[in-house]
């Protein structure tokens, strides 16, 4: 895995292409989403945010937040919420490990599409 930064997702602003997610064909991806996915090898993660919409409370929100904080001893916290001032939780998990390369990241759903919120 290479090194990744936020920096080098800072670079994506608007979508350039779009990728059909394989197994919630519903849900499309950006450009950004794709290079995060494949430099973290974080597909999995993709994979979690896409399938977890099939969820009748996710489902049921149009745009959402996910963040993924990554803790000192490598455990993480997927944590979805929709996005308003007071944060609503929609999903929450901890994880036992990851080798998720950055601290945190925000990833935004909006209308069936996958997407880094510099590309909104």
């Not at 059909?20 to 494949?38: K, S």
Request: glycine share 4%; charged share 30%; with cysteine.
């Amino acid at each position: 895995m290479t090194k990744l930064t936020p920096a080098d997702l800072a670079h994506f602003t608007g979508a350039g292409e779009w990728y059909r997610h394989g197994l919630n064909r519903r849900m499309l991806y950006t450009d950004g989403v794709q290079y995060l996915a494949e430099k973290a090898s974080a597909y999995w993660l993709l994979d979690k945010i896409a399938c977890l919409q099939l969820e009748p409370k996710i489902r049921a929100e149009e745009f959402q937040v996910w963040r993924l904080n990554v803790m000192d001893d490598r455990s993480a916290r997927p944590v979805c919420d929709d996005g308003n001032d007071n944060g609503a939780v929609l999903y929450s998990e901890d994880i036992d490990f990851t080798d998720f390369p950055l601290d945190q990241i925000t990833i935004w759903v909006e209308d069936d599409v996958i997407l880094l919120p510099s590309e909104h």
